[in-house]
């Protein structure tokens, strides 16, 4: 890779797509010219990046013409169409949509755990879904001592995973609940005011999962590159604005106690120990918003399992960050 | 029992003593007469109920005199101190504090569970916490076909829970938030608007589980009358107002099936099955609220067990109604 690359980023005027820009100033990300592509709805507007305002141009199939890395987030359509015409121009596509994760040839990749098989890509790096990559920074390091068998996650997911109009949504359909207007949702398919539901990704009839909870389970085997590990996984939407939690509970093949895992998160790169007892303070939403790390909080047995071989975590991380962009702008420095 | 009881409502200015007078007025629970009763500083203050307001008088060790049954919910150490007041003087009290659940002489009842134990009362019956009984009213039908071992439990907890004043908070912190406003919060230990957290019910410094979670684990245990079931939960308080939601993975000794469980609650009593997997359609808290029955979806199998023992559930009640008032009342109606 060039010193100084030209970085596209495919969907700039989305949630994930401002964050890249800002995670790329904030780590010295050695950008040579930044690329910003949107819908044609979008030309007309900037993205803010190192103090100046670079117009966003039409995505276009010429626009990877001289474009070194590509970080796409504009939906897996998008991805599917426009990723094949970046790596014919040339580039590598760093991929932040489920279009091309399951693919045997894309190395699904959270640094923290296979930078490794980067190098194996043929132009296009998927980065994982951001409810597997919260949960799996933290189980990795116990499941490369000792092999966890299965996992069991309950999701409570912030707006911003569908989206900057979602995160306005929710402001929006809050704001009118409490002034006892009717609000009438466009996003969202059902009303998010105080209220939680069961993931919208569409259900497979048959299994009763939810694309996004397939997408956990089949993920977390492939990053893990273990098809035996066990998953059953939640997904629901909480009224929050930016951060996911997830309350998880692992069962290993061999015994574990609290204090293996808190020695092994405690030296665990992305992982931060949010976990005071006395003070009754873990993990929150608020806390992890806009933070690199993935709070790690109320790490105890799993009463469940009195053989000792479980535990239970509550994990918290910023889904714009850790769970799209900050993984995908990793990945990037790696190249 | 008299045919026409004096009823008293101790806490009746909180969330739950309101609901009370809701319940039993919508149910015609014969009241001969009602004496609300509360704190002095509520005197003057009167409870609706059946088109008349009437007064609340100060909570005293003299207010039963002439009670029948005596619905306490004004906190553990209220009713540490009157109950036993009350069934000095002859009434029956139904307690929604955790004061006496554990208690060997003090029946815990759920009644689509357990109501025969309603008989061995001597003065005092408890009510379940709420979040137990989310869980037990929707699992005690397999559990008495196919006996369960393990259960996970991740709750999605409203503000109802921690009383009025909760609900008060999170409706202001959330408008200050939309204001860009300072709030200081009151009730909750951590900011509400937006956000989530651990239950702040007191921390066991050595357990690692707050005393939310051990109700839980502990309740379960004695109304399914089974000291052998292990109850793995997690506690969160979401931004919800009045409805709790349990995202629940359960295994049984024997193998089940989605279909098995389908068939064990469309006939279960105060269960209702909110499953629509074409519409994506499932229990939410705006629906549960001010309903009587336990709302359950996603009935599905657990992937994480691959064995054919395990399935999942997500299930939504009224935190104030079926797992409070609603309770109680029909533990009243029982006497």
Not at 117 to 135: L, Q, S, V, Y
Not at 155 to 168: D, I, K, L, R, V
Request: aromatic share 6%; net charge neutral.
């Amino acid at each position: 890779m060039k010193k100084n690359p030209t970085v596209a980023i495919v969907g700039a005027t989305g949630a994930v797509g401002v964050e890249f820009a800002g995670c790329m100033e904030r780590r010295n990300f050695p950008v040579g010219k930044l690329v910003p592509l949107a819908s044609a709805r979008s030309v007309g507007k900037t993205m803010k990046f190192r103090g100046a305002d670079i117009p966003i141009q039409e995505l276009t199939e010429k626009s990877f013409e001289g474009v070194d890395i590509a970080m796409f987030s504009a939906g897996a359509t998008i991805s599917r169409k426009f990723a094949p015409v970046a790596v014919k121009a040339g580039a590598v596509v760093v991929d932040n949509s489920s279009a091309f994760r399951m693919d045997i040839d894309v190395p699904l990749v959270i640094p923290e755990i296979n930078a490794n098989r980067i190098k194996d890509h043929k132009g296009i790096i998927a980065n994982p879904n951001c409810a597997t990559i919260m949960a799996l920074v933290p189980l990795w390091p116990i499941h490369k001592v000792n092999r966890i068998k299965r996992v069991i996650i309950s999701t409570y997911q912030a707006a911003s995973g569908a989206g900057a109009a979602a995160m306005a949504e929710l402001v929006e359909a809050t704001k009118a609940y409490l002034e006892g207007k009717p609000f009438q949702q466009k996003v969202m398919p059902h009303p998010y005011a105080f209220n939680l539901f069961s993931h919208n990704a569409a259900m497979d009839l048959e299994t009763g999962y939810n694309g996004e909870e397939s997408k956990v389970i089949a993920e977390t085997k492939k990053i893990f590159e273990d098809p035996e590990i066990a998953v059953g996984v939640t997904c629901v939407r909480v009224p929050v604005l930016r951060a996911h939690t997830e309350a998880i509970t692992i069962e290993c093949y061999e015994p574990i106690t609290e204090a293996d895992v808190r020695k092994m998160l405690s030296v665990a790169p992305g992982v931060k120990i949010v976990d005071d007892r006395v003070k009754n303070y873990f993990p929150m939403p608020i806390d992890a918003s806009e933070q690199d790390d993935v709070l790690v909080g109320r790490i105890r047995p799993d009463t469940s399992d009195p053989s000792g071989h479980s535990v239970a975590l509550l994990v918290v991380g910023d889904q714009l960050l850790k769970g799209a962009a900050l993984n995908a702008i990793q990945i990037a420095e790696l190249l």
